[in-house]
């Protein structure tokens, strides 16, 4: 048997579509997964303040109404970008199945697949966490060198610092920082950052004063009730870490170390797949592309050398509602 007939383009398929990712990625939470058929699309979002009520004005009796004017509406244009990986099969396979195990072979195969799943996924999950602590996405690598701007005000950015120090006035930074959002008619009410940072917050001697207050320690569940309970903010933290195929097997973190994303709400986006090229090639039609699959998977044979090729790829590209909900913080010591 032919090792590159032991799956077929349904088994590729019904894999990619039932695949389940062994981590529960922070940004796949705050840009679920979709899939559209279109790999260019546009985005129109509210101007800074576009969502704060308008007032309409009074008027005297028998007088004309004064004419309004609607929300300023900016539209931005965004390509998806292509992710992909491929790897040539293992000749352990070709030998399994001259021994007549076909399932040793499926199993190296599949291995295959679902290392190319991960690979392609886990760059996916960088895209969303780079937009989330940049407010934009900056690609540098395989000849693509752009950077994609969502719109973001630098003016949202701030730096806390002193953060170390145990004596510093955490809470006062969080106040003014706060307060600074809601007259910009933002409500921050998420925040993701690094294990670091949530230590720099228990180590704090004023907020271990405000606990010992209240009958508590400053361990991080009770910190972060504390400052739940001060400023309605919920902190999620990103210590997951992720290395280069074919590095130095550096470990890189998804999320900065020194910085704090405030969000407004967890509504924050769609992470959008695209067909790839090679589906739009491989079905018969547009109608027959599968909206279940993000991650296209194929299989093919070369002659010379001889080889069997699996691969998955996939259009990707995530997508922000509203910029304006992002405010970044940089945490220097």
Same mark, same amino acid.
Not at 46 to 61: D, M, W
Not at 277 to 283: C, G, I, K, N, R
């Given at each position: 048997?032919?090792?590159? *007939?032991?799956?077929?383009?349904?088994?590729?398929?019904?894999?990619?579509?039932?695949?389940?990712?062994?981590?529960?990625?922070?940004?796949?939470?705050?840009?679920?997964?979709?899939?559209?058929?279109?790999?260019?699309? =546009?985005?129109?979002?509210?101007?800074?303040?576009?969502?704060?009520?308008?007032? =309409?004005?009074?008027? =005297?009796?028998?007088?004309?109404?004064?004419?309004?004017?609607?929300?300023?509406?900016?539209?931005?244009?965004?390509?998806?970008?292509?992710?992909?990986?491929?790897?040539?099969?293992?000749?352990?396979?070709?030998?399994?199945?001259?021994?007549?195990?076909?399932?040793?072979?499926?199993?190296?195969?599949?291995?295959?697949?679902?290392?190319?799943?991960?690979?392609?996924?886990?760059?996916?999950?960088?895209?969303?966490?780079?937009?989330?602590?940049?407010?934009?996405?900056?690609?540098?690598?395989?000849?693509?060198?752009?950077?994609?701007?969502?719109?973001?005000?630098?003016?949202?950015? *701030?730096?806390?610092?002193?953060?170390?120090?145990?004596?510093?006035?955490?809470?006062?930074?969080?106040?003014?920082?706060?307060?600074?959002?809601?007259?910009?008619?933002?409500?921050?009410?998420?925040?993701? *950052?690094?294990?670091?940072?949530?230590?720099?917050?228990?180590?704090?001697?004023?907020?271990?004063?405000?606990?010992?207050?209240?009958?508590?320690?400053?361990?991080?569940?009770?910190?972060?009730?504390?400052?739940?309970?001060?400023?309605?903010?919920?902190?999620?933290?990103?210590?997951?870490?992720?290395?280069?195929?074919?590095?130095?097997?550096?470990?890189?973190?998804?999320?900065?170390?020194?910085?704090?994303?405030?969000?407004?709400?967890?509504?924050?986006?769609?992470?959008?797949?695209?067909?790839?090229?090679?589906?739009?090639?491989?079905?018969?039609?547009? =109608?027959?592309?599968?909206?279940?699959?993000?991650?296209?998977?194929?299989?093919?044979?070369?002659?010379?050398?001889?080889?069997?090729?699996?691969?998955?790829?996939?259009?990707?590209?995530?997508?922000?509602?509203?910029?304006?909900?992002?405010?970044?913080? *940089?945490?220097?010591?």
């Amino acid at each position: 048997m032919d090792i590159s *007939t032991l799956i077929t383009r349904k088994d590729l398929d019904d894999f990619s579509a039932n695949y389940e990712y062994p981590t529960d990625w922070l940004g796949t939470q705050l840009f679920p997964r979709e899939k559209t058929d279109d790999l260019e699309f =546009a985005l129109s979002q509210l101007e800074q303040y576009g969502n704060i009520p308008s007032i =309409a004005k009074v008027h =005297a009796f028998d007088t004309e109404a004064r004419i309004g004017s609607r929300e300023k509406l900016t539209e931005k244009h965004f390509e998806s970008l292509l992710i992909k990986e491929k790897l040539a099969t293992s000749e352990k396979a070709q030998y399994a199945l001259k021994n007549n195990d076909k399932n040793k072979a499926l199993k190296i195969i599949y291995d295959d697949l679902n290392i190319e799943m991960q690979r392609v996924l886990t760059r996916t999950e960088l895209e969303n966490m780079q937009v989330i602590s940049t407010g934009k996405l900056t690609i540098n690598e395989n000849n693509v060198n752009t950077v994609i701007e969502y719109g973001y005000d630098n003016s949202h950015d *701030t730096s806390f610092t002193g953060w170390s120090d145990p004596t510093h006035n955490i809470i006062g930074d969080l106040n003014l920082f706060v307060q600074s959002a809601l007259k910009q008619g933002k409500r921050l009410a998420y925040a993701v *950052t690094s294990s670091k940072i949530v230590g720099y917050l228990t180590a704090n001697k004023g907020i271990g004063e405000m606990l010992k207050i209240q009958g508590a320690i400053p361990t991080v569940p009770n910190v972060l009730n504390y400052i739940y309970a001060q400023f309605g903010l919920q902190i999620a933290t990103n210590d997951e870490l992720y290395k280069i195929e074919g590095g130095d097997n550096t470990l890189h973190r998804f999320f900065p170390e020194n910085k704090i994303s405030f969000l407004t709400t967890l509504d924050f986006g769609k992470g959008y797949f695209a067909p790839t090229p090679d589906e739009l090639t491989d079905v018969a039609s547009a =109608a027959d592309i599968d909206m279940r699959q993000n991650v296209y998977l194929k299989s093919w044979k070369e002659q010379d050398p001889s080889t069997v090729w699996t691969m998955g790829s996939a259009v990707y590209l995530p997508a922000v509602k509203d910029i304006n909900t992002l405010y970044i913080a *940089t945490v220097a010591a």
